[in-house]
């Protein structure tokens, strides 16, 4: 079973080619060109917005809802000899949600609802979009994973749909603008944050990352 991407991933897209073709780079670059907060209609929730500058040279830049097949798949199924199951060998992990999937079997009418644990790998490749907070803790920068630290919640990773409409190789620049709703204030009231993202384009190329400078959420704020 193929899961969607999170809800709260939600993408706005400007893109354009010049007239006269530039000549970029078959693996695209990027700047960052603003980012900041917003209230929503909720109180606890706040809204991330943030606009980069992109150019790529041949333009194989997004992926469709549909396209969950390889190399853009969620997961891969771990084999030894046999599809690996939880509680199959005492070398396995305990449960948690980024080396198990559970899937269910088809529902049968009249019939309880079955499921299996398995053991995955993760496959990045399922995102074009990667997003990660950063939080300075002693001085030092350290990883905020939502997938550990707040018991399974989705990471910021996401997708951005196709760039290029005209179904022809060719130079793209332009600006994208990426926004997610959580409740940031909530959950880095305190804390200096900085965000690094970075991009992929069809043939698994990823781009340079660029990062926010160090920040309190409420000096974001608009």
């Excluded at 706040?46 to 997961?75: C, Q, R, V, W």
């Excluded at 990660?132 to 707040?150: S, T």
């Excluded at 990426?178 to 944050?193: Q, V, W």
Aim: with cysteine.
């Amino acid at each position: 079973m193929q899961k969607s991407v999170p809800w709260f991933l939600l993408l706005a897209l400007i893109a354009y080619a010049c007239f006269e073709r530039p000549v970029f780079s078959l693996t695209p670059t990027i700047d960052l060109k603003d980012f900041y907060f917003t209230a929503t209609d909720y109180e606890l929730l706040d809204s991330m917005n943030i606009i980069i500058k992109f150019e790529d040279g041949d333009g194989d830049l997004g992926l469709g809802a549909d396209e969950t097949y390889e190399p853009y798949h969620l997961y891969d199924i771990l084999f030894n000899g046999d599809s690996i199951k939880i509680g199959d060998n005492d070398t396995l992990p305990p449960y948690n949600c980024i080396d198990y999937e559970i899937i269910r079997k088809p529902y049968v009418p009249g019939t309880p609802v079955e499921a299996d644990t398995f053991y995955v790998q993760r496959n990045d490749n399922y995102f074009n979009y990667f997003l990660d907070f950063y939080i300075k803790e002693n001085g030092q920068w350290r990883l905020y994973d939502p997938a550990i630290e707040r018991n399974c919640s989705p990471r910021y990773h996401g997708r951005y749909f196709h760039l290029n409409t005209s179904g022809n190789e060719r130079p793209l620049t332009g600006e994208l603008k990426y926004g997610l709703t959580s409740g940031f204030r909530l959950l880095f009231r305190y804390d200096t944050l900085k965000v690094r993202i970075q991009i992929q384009d069809r043939a698994l190329n990823r781009s340079n990352y660029v990062e926010t400078d160090p920040f309190l959420i409420q000096d974001r704020y608009r």
